[in-house]
């Protein structure tokens, strides 16, 4: 993949890291999304270390968390284009944000199988550089911002959540939390409690105007 600046020895690999399980059961990109996540996570960590020398441990982990995200990884598989290029099974909407997000991660992985741990690093250094340098100021994580917003508002007083029954089936469900604060409810979805958590935060924040 040229955009990447990586060109690969094997395109086999590259050919699996773009094949999601739903298109072939067995011979798909769930182990190279595997150690791509890994990878990534690694890489973002050296370079934010060397980015953000006066940080402290806390900031860091909020910028990392913010650059390793669904949401970031689905916006660079766009960048690149595999929303076009993943052969992906019949999926609802709401999961090709975390199809192109997982196949991101597996094209890293990919990278480091093909090329080794330098190579990927470098690929990683470069798209994520820019996306590190948008914010100069730490990121909050929805959850912690939520709950300040809301004590400054109503000293004292803490959102409540509701962790509410899963949706889709037994195997692979969606998480389903609404959290309620300052009068005002929102629902978020999510593969883990964690994250339906956070997105019903991140809501009720957009929700309240932050």
């Known amino acids: 993949m040229q955009k990447l600046n990586y060109k690969f020895k094997d395109e086999n690999i590259l050919n699996l890291a773009l094949t999601q399980s739903g298109a072939d059961a067995v011979n ?44 970031t990884l689905a916006c660079v598989a766009m960048k690149f ?28 992985g990919a990278i480091y199988i093909d090329g080794g741990f330098e190579s990927a690093k470098d690929v990683i250094k470069n798209i994520w550089r820019d996306i590190a340098s948008a914010d100069l100021v730490a990121p909050k994580d929805p959850k912690t911002a939520l709950q300040e917003f809301v004590q400054k508002e109503d000293s004292g007083t803490l959102p409540l959540y509701e962790y509410l029954d899963p949706t889709g089936a037994s195997h692979n469900p969606e998480f389903v939390v609404s959290v309620t604060a300052l009068g005002k409810t929102a629902t978020g979805r999510g593969i883990s409690k964690k994250a339906a958590s956070t997105a019903a935060a991140e809501a009720l924040l957009k929700s309240l105007a932050i």
């Open 81 to 108: 284009g595999l929303d076009k290029r993943v052969r992906r099974g019949h999926m609802t909407g709401g999961r090709v944000q975390h199809i192109l997000a997982n196949a991101m991660e597996a094209i890293l």
């Open 28 to 71: 798909n990109n769930e182990r190279l999304e595997f150690l791509g996540d890994r990878v990534l996570g690694l890489s973002v960590a050296i370079l934010l270390f060397e980015m953000f020398p006066n940080e402290s441990e806390g900031e860091l982990a909020r910028r990392h968390a913010a650059l390793v995200s669904t949401e």
